[in-house]
């Protein structure tokens, strides 16, 4: 099984954007396209995440231990000038940790036994990380305060791999939390979200240095993308975000509307969480945005 490692500052969407991705694969419509759980880790995402969704919640909360997740994703890609149509089944075995492991920031202190836990955390994702052929990055898009974890934590995430250059065939920066990003453009936030520019989102975000410190281990011939994604998604006939700017929670129910739960299971569309998937599994760029 071909290992991913996927990672990235608390709350940046790491848990919600995985538990997301069987229900996204399934509103594409795609013959054969198809996600199967492989460890306990990745049924209880999946399930979790329907559940929540009906109920009006938070898709998932921050992860405090380590989960093992492992899927199948099977799924077809077009044919092109040189290939015919290809079924590409792609075996991914992730760790799902703290964000917090990897990158601290410093405003808190702790007891011994949660360093302890958090250095223990941060070895496993180390460790991981060295045995990966591909690798996600979650950047919350609408937290530019991050960029002070970034530019302290990402150098150091990189020297303690203690490897010359980064073992990843790819590597995707994700921006989560796009509907949250453009909610303020009511109507047109789904157009704002396909239209949005996610490399120079990226750079702001990451800052210079920390961009920097990734091209340095980065190997030539390491393909770099970025995806902007978003678990609650869209309504794509009215255009709005599916997130309540107060609480933060799913809406599928706008303007005091009161539906059935086919109506609302319809209407759930995360969008664009399967493309980074697929370019770690195929290298097909989908809607994602190359960096170089």
């Known amino acids: ?3 991913f490692v996927i990672f990235g500052p608390s709350n940046s969407g ?6 997301t991705l069987q229900q996204a694969v399934f509103n594409r419509d ?11 880790g990745a049924r209880r995402l999946f399930r979790a995440a329907g559940g929540a969704v009906l109920d009006g919640r938070a898709i998932a909360n921050a992860t405090y231990d380590m989960t093992k997740v492992a899927f199948e994703f099977e799924f077809t890609r077009k044919p092109s000038l040189f290939l015919p149509r290809q079924t590409v089944k792609a075996h991914y075995s992730l760790l799902d940790g703290p964000g917090g492991a990897l990158f601290v920031d410093g405003t808190a202190g702790g007891q011994d036994d ?6 223990a955390f941060r070895a496993e994702l180390l460790s991981h990380m060295r045995q990966s ?6 950047v919350d898009a609408t937290d530019r305060s991050k960029a002070r974890s970034f530019f302290l934590n990402l150098p150091d995430i990189l020297c303690d791999l203690g490897m010359d250059k980064l073992p990843f065939r790819r590597f995707v920066i994700c921006l989560t939390k796009a509907d949250a990003l453009f909610v303020d453009r009511r109507s047109q ?4 979200a396909q239209q949005s520019d996610a490399v120079q989102l990226a750079r702001d975000i990451l800052t210079r240095p920390g961009v920097n410190a990734l091209l340095s281990f980065a190997p030539k011939t390491m393909e770099i993308a970025v ?9 794509v006939e009215r ?11 799913i809406a599928l129910r706008a303007d005091g509307r009161t539906g059935d739960i086919s109506q609302d299971i319809e209407r759930w569309q995360p969008f664009r969480v399967v493309d980074p998937f697929i370019f770690l599994a195929s290298g097909d760029l989908g809607s994602l945005q190359r960096w170089r």
């Open 1 to 3: 099984m071909e290992q």
């Open 14 to 19: 790491k848990t919600s954007l995985l538990s």
């Open 30 to 40: 795609e013959s054969g396209w198809r996600v199967i759980p492989k460890s306990e």
């Open 114 to 119: 949660d360093v302890e836990q958090a250095e």
């Open 133 to 138: 052929i591909g690798a996600m990055l979650c």
């Open 189 to 192: 936030a789904h157009e704002a």
């Open 227 to 235: 995806a902007m994604t978003s678990a609650y998604g869209f309504d």
């Open 239 to 249: 255009g709005n975000a599916l997130i309540d700017a107060r609480t933060g929670q």
